[in-house]
């Protein structure tokens, strides 16, 4: 279990992570962040652009590349660990 500071980063990496299981079996592929939040599938509580946003001390990034995405948080300051999603629905400790 990861310590609690890196609680919303985990949470938020699900959340975008069940949006694309939602959107892809409604358009049979993955989105972009705008698509999702488009569909109705992304609530997220700051602003984001075309890829990355900002949240809980971490910054996400979304790509999708043909029948796959990754999704990764970064810790925007110190003490905190990287995660990464993915299409295969499992979240882990990312490689610095």
Do not use: C, W
């Not at 599938?41 to 700051?46: E, M, W």
């Not at 946003?53 to 660990?81: C, H, Q, W």
């Amino acid at each position: 279990m990861p310590p609690r500071p890196e609680f919303p980063a985990v949470a938020t990496l699900r959340h975008v992570m069940n949006a694309q299981e939602a959107f892809y079996k409604k358009e049979n592929r993955y989105g972009t962040l705008p698509e999702l939040k488009s569909a109705g599938l992304l609530r997220l509580d700051v602003p984001f652009q075309a890829r990355p946003f900002l949240r809980a001390n971490y910054r996400f990034d979304l790509v999708v590349e043909g029948d796959s995405f990754r999704v990764t948080a970064l810790p925007t300051g110190g003490g905190l660990r990287p995660f990464v999603g993915d299409d295969s629905g499992y979240i882990q400790v990312a490689e610095e």
